[in-house]
């Protein structure tokens, strides 16, 4: 019984000598790609650039609108606010770097006028510990005191307690948790609406320098798993066949980003471990057809390495192409469906997945190809020079 194909097996369609067309094609899109990285830049989610998520859960009643003004009204002027999931659901997605009601600027404020009581040694605020800070004065202080002159700056709920031993002047302040400011200004704004049909049901909060540290990190990790690809390819095959691997799984990450730009995707965690899967799917597909390559050419005979490449094209053309369309249909179903980070997810997925099956065909096995005619040129080079060497050496 014949298997079913959506490319004939042995078809001999000239798709190598499509090579310098899809390679301008590529050039061009992998220089727009590096472009909108520059200029516009990705759009980094929480995890990377720091601040706070939170998922409310309103009366479907409620439009974007209210929401956003409700934000803006507890403080939230920078709040991104989307739906999240159905619009009969009443849950919002909000999004801002606000990580506490303490920031950079009003810490300066509050040290004025902490100062202006005398005798202030130190005030110590961190921005990974953003709703706590160290004061040590030289002299004791009333408790009531530093708390009126912290509340003078415009803050609420402001709790100060002595720190250290009792003759030490050491004083700790906590400042309102964001959580409580949020879900009680939500609660204000839209009362039963907010607090009967669920409320505040997710908050997430993540600092600058952890989300920096998370940031750098998930560049690391595509690195390293594109030099630890190179390696394993070049034990797999031969050095003839890295940089075409390698070469496909760089074009495939640049242009995914650059579409992510385009489309305004947030890179997130789930995000990054979506392009790991890109070059993962991407591999699989290149690996396949480098071994079809490598099988025909130990029985090529004296057939130019061009052909049998296009040749190994054809015959794995079949494969790659349903095994694409299956796994785009599954992951096509969850970006209809799904909501949030979860679509952002199988967007990313899909994207890669057409990337990548254009890639191991139309880049992988060209670079290939160029690689074997640099290292034949080279090696002709360097059998000229040892020859010229050697008439040097024979006529002294």
């Known amino acids: ?62 439009t974007d609108d209210e929401v956003r003004e409700a934000a803006a009204s ?8 989307q739906r999240y999931g159905a619009e009969s659901e009443g849950r919002f997605m909000i999004q801002t770097q606000e990580v506490s009601v303490v920031d950079e600027v009003k810490v300066e404020e509050i040290r004025g006028a902490l100062d202006a009581l005398g005798d202030l040694d130190a005030a110590i605020w961190d921005e990974e510990q953003p709703d706590r800070m160290d004061l040590r004065f030289s002299a004791q202080k009333d408790t009531a005191q530093i708390e009126e002159a912290i509340v003078a700056t415009g803050l609420t709920r402001v709790s100060v307690e002595t720190a250290g031993q009792a003759e030490e002047a050491f004083y700790t302040v906590r400042f309102q948790d964001l959580q409580n400011i949020i879900r009680e200004g939500f609660a204000q704004a839209f009362g039963e609406k907010f607090t009967e049909a669920g409320g505040l049901e997710r908050l997430e909060t993540v600092g600058p320098r952890a989300g920096e540290q998370l940031r750098n990190s998930g560049l690391v990790s595509i690195i390293v798993a594109l030099l630890a690809i190179l390696v394993y390819i070049w034990f797999r095959f031969d050095i003839r066949y890295s940089p075409g691997a390698v070469g496909a799984l760089a074009h495939d990450v640049t242009i995914a980003l650059g579409l992510f730009v385009v489309l305004q995707i947030e890179i997130s965690l789930p995000i990054i471990a979506a392009v790991l899967t890109i070059i993962g799917y991407s591999l699989n597909d290149t690996i396949v057809l480098f071994d079809r390559i490598r099988e025909d050419l130990d029985r090529a005979g004296t057939k130019p390495l061009i052909e049998v490449v296009n040749e190994a094209m054809n015959e794995t053309l079949s494969r790659t192409l349903i095994t694409s369309l299956t796994t785009l249909l599954a992951v096509t179903m969850i970006a209809i469906i799904g909501t949030g980070l979860i679509q952002d997810f199988a967007v990313a997925l899909i994207i890669g997945i057409v990337i990548g099956t254009y890639s191991s065909i139309f880049i992988a096995a060209p670079l290939m190809v160029r690689m074997d005619g640099y290292l034949k040129e080279r090696r002709k080079a360097q059998v000229l020079l040892d020859k010229a060497d050697a008439d040097q050496g024979a006529s002294v």
């Open 74 to 81: 507890i403080g939230l002027t920078d709040a991104s606010v």
């Open 1 to 62: 019984m014949k298997m079913f194909q959506i490319y004939p097996y042995d078809a001999q369609n000239d798709i190598i000598g499509k090579r310098k067309i899809t390679g301008i094609i590529s050039i061009v899109l992998m220089i727009a790609s590096v472009v909108l990285l520059a200029t516009i830049g990705p759009k980094w989610g929480i995890d990377f650039r720091g601040g706070t998520e939170l998922i409310i859960k309103v009366d479907p009643s409620v």
